[in-house]
């Protein structure tokens, strides 16, 4: 699903009226027509409805369905936050085509729940037309108060275009904003619908088609919202008649004394995700550990001198291995030492294989991320979480968080990689600006080991021949929808890596036969 800013929405429109002489007033009225049709095909014929309408277009919106449910035979009643004269436009030729008997003014702060409270609580269905797309500060005065008499009513809320106080764009709630059940926005999805915390306001997502011609929509700047159907082109059925040999060998290096772990997590999720052969290289003080742990990865012990991590005393032995290795895996629970941040960075200078580097890998590239310039591989994918992000960038954590889609974007533009910024919606950057969000997950993957189940994949499919924006993108997704079935089962609390690691075939299972192949 195809996803905007606010600000390309507006310039969507504008184009839509003045190059396809499409007038506002008939957007308009396509719009408040799409939400009745939801309306009514979720709450019957029939019912109670406030409108809580602001005075502009998202307020003519709302006019336009109080006028249609009213013809339909809906109780409805219209409270509008401004006084008449402040309504213009096409929003005020559809507040004049209201009886005027449903519509009422409050413009007073403080009266609104005086008046109104007892019919908005007892409402079948709140309609939130107050404030759309364009609202850029917080929430206040009779605004503030609307919203907070929509959330305390505990009534079922249909939002039209946004929540009410949800930053179109970046999905932040601008002090305070509406909780819908039911959000009924137009042409295309805006950031704000799936960003966290707009993302929880929202509700369910309905995309209504208001006439703009599927050209301009095309054409439109935009993102990629990764939803199930959003994958099902990236799946591929095995031939009856393939082996090992067809699905990649994959080289994992990782691990030290107390992080063994993390080795055996990505190395396991590699198999899992379907590689036809996976390699563990670590410190071989630890072998024995990981012989324990592993059963379907080969391991390949490296000389350590007894220290249980790796150094650049390694590189030799690494390197013979590197040889039949379609896609290699550097990183987790590597640990911090300076011998072994020389290793990591002089497999940058080598590698030509398609390399993901995740974890401690990524905390030895935030001494010199210069180093990336002279990587040899054209499919690098680095994998951080926001804190890793902060030290590759040398910013804080809520700055990064702040600006999740433009400094990954910026990130992987500038040193030619594929970026994986993890989180509640990770973000997905290639090196030529494009940019998916991604759609599937959980809070229950807030726990230790995730993201190298997510290494894991992402090496594996590389493997497996899959190109690294396609890797990027299904291997994201497919850790999030393992993780929600493990939720369906288990809830989102005290789910583990190991959990969504023994999911992955399934998660997989139910992809394909979703998507028919």
């Known amino acids: 699903m195809k996803v ?14 003045k190059e396809c002489e499409i007038s506002g007033l008939q957007l308009m009225e396509n719009a408040g027509s799409s939400c009745v049709n939801v309306i009514v095909e979720e709450f019957g014929a029939r019912g109670r409805c406030i409108v809580m309408a602001g005075k502009g277009n998202n307020g003519g919106d709302g006019y336009v369905i109080a006028r249609l449910l009213s013809q339909q035979g809906w109780d409805v009643k219209v409270v509008v936050l ?8 096409d929003a005020a030729t559809n507040l004049d085509r209201l009886p005027g008997s449903i519509v009422n003014y409050c413009t007073s702060e403080g009266q609104l729940s005086s008046l109104y409270m007892e019919e908005v609580f007892q409402a079948d ?69 799936v960003l966290y915390p707009g ?14 011609p599927p050209k301009l929509m095309e054409a439109a700047s935009g993102y990629e919202f990764l939803e199930e159907t959003t994958v099902h082109q990236m799946l591929h059925r095995r031939d009856r008649q393939s082996h090992k040999g067809d699905f990649g060998h994959c080289l994992v290096i990782a691990g030290s004394t107390g992080k063994s772990g993390a080795a055996v997590l990505t190395a396991n999720s590699a198999v899992r995700a379907g590689s036809g052969l996976v390699t563990l290289a670590a410190a071989e ?34 390197r013979k291995l590197l040889a039949d290795k379609a896609a290699v895996a550097v990183g987790p629970g590597l640990g911090c030492h300076q011998g072994t941040h020389a290793l990591i960075k ?14 401690d890998g990524l905390n030895a590239l935030a001494e010199d991320v210069t180093i990336l310039k002279r990587k040899k591989t054209n499919q690098l994918i680095l994998t951080p979480h926001p804190g890793e992000m902060s030290r590759l960038v040398g910013s804080s954590v809520p700055d990064v968080e702040a600006i999740r889609i433009s400094v990954s974007q910026e990130f992987a533009r500038n040193y030619g990689v594929y970026l994986i910024l993890k989180g509640a ?46 890797a990027c993108c299904l291997g ?3 850790h999030g929808f393992a993780a929600d079935m493990v939720a369906e089962d288990k809830g989102e609390i005290g789910i583990n890596a190991s959990d969504v690691m023994e999911m992955l075939p399934y998660a997989y299972k139910r992809l394909l036969m979703n998507a028919r192949l």
């Not at 390309?8 to 839509?16: C, G, I, R, S, V």
């Not at 401004?82 to 436009?89: C, F, I, L, N, Q």
């Not at 940058?348 to 995740?358: A, C, G, M, Q, R």
Request: hydrophobic share 45%.
């Open 476 to 478: 994201v997704f497919l």
């Open 425 to 470: 919606r990770t973000i997905i950057a290639s090196p030529a600006g494009t940019v998916a969000i991604n759609g599937s997950g959980n809070p229950g993957m807030a726990s230790g080991g995730m993201g190298d189940v997510l290494t894991g994949i992402i090496v594996s499919l590389l493997g497996q021949g899959c190109a690294s924006w396609d």
């Open 4 to 17: 905007v800013t606010a600000h390309t929405m507006q310039e969507l429109d504008k184009q839509a009226i």
């Open 346 to 359: 002089n497999l940058v200078e080598t590698v030509t294989s398609p390399l993901v580097i995740d974890a």
């Open 199 to 212: 993302a929880e306001h929202t509700g369910r997502l309905v995309v209504a088609d208001i006439g703009i």
């Open 285 to 318: 003080s630890i072998h024995t550990v990981l012989e324990i742990k592993t059963t379907e990865v080969m391991t390949s012990p490296l000389p350590d001198y007894g220290s249980g991590y790796l150094t650049d005393n390694a590189f030799q032995a690494i």
């Open 82 to 89: 401004a006084v008449r004269e402040d309504v213009s436009g």
């Open 125 to 193: 269905l709140i309609v939130d037309a107050l404030l759309g797309t364009g609202l850029c500060s917080n929430v206040s005065g009779i605004y503030h108060e609307a919203v907070d008499l929509i959330n305390a009513s505990g009534r079922p809320v249909v939002a039209v275009d946004i929540p009410s106080g949800i930053h179109g764009t970046n999905g932040r709630a601008l002090g305070e904003a509406v909780r819908a059940c039911i959000t009924v926005t137009f042409a295309i999805a805006k950031l704000g619908h």
